[in-house]
């Protein structure tokens, strides 16, 4: 069992930058670093999409079209911690951020996810 607890999320302006983090518990700290990691986000009447994810080593990373150049994920497996900074925010940022682990060294969609958070909310503002 994996146990995540994401944080960082409020109120951004558009244009601006925020950055969430997720950590594993203490007792899940021993197989972070055998887990690829990911970041969802479900905005208000719509699905839960895939936003970023990245390897267990933190060599290889995957974006979703829409988040591409504006948004970074890295992780510090040192800390058991994943983070996503996301810079030049839109309204459309606007959602729930879900982070989520994956036993799969390339995970891209929600089915390849076992673990989740239960997530931070973020809002930008016009």
Same mark, same amino acid.
């Given at each position: 069992q994996v146990q995540l607890v994401e944080s960082g999320g409020g109120l951004g302006q558009a244009g601006g930058s925020l950055t969430v983090s997720c950590a594993a518990s203490a007792a899940?700290?021993?197989?972070?670093?055998?887990?690829?990691?990911?970041w969802f986000r479900q905005a208000p009447g719509k699905e839960r999409d895939i936003v970023a994810a990245i390897h267990k080593s933190g060599t290889t990373t995957?974006?979703? *079209? %829409?988040?591409?150049?504006?948004? @970074?994920?890295?992780?510090?497996? &040192?800390?058991?911690?994943?983070?996503?900074?996301? *810079? %030049?925010?839109?309204?459309?940022? @606007?959602?729930?951020?879900?982070? &989520?682990?994956?036993?799969?060294?390339?995970?891209?969609t929600s089915p390849h996810f076992r673990y989740w958070g239960l997530g931070t909310k973020v809002t930008v503002s016009a």
């Open positions: 899940s700290a021993r197989t972070f670093s055998l887990y690829a990691m990911g995957y974006y979703a *079209d %829409s988040v591409k150049v504006r948004f @970074t994920i890295s992780r510090d497996n &040192a800390k058991n911690t994943v983070y996503l900074r996301m *810079d %030049s925010l839109m309204p459309t940022d @606007t959602a729930i951020y879900f982070c &989520a682990s994956s036993p799969l060294l390339t995970p891209t």
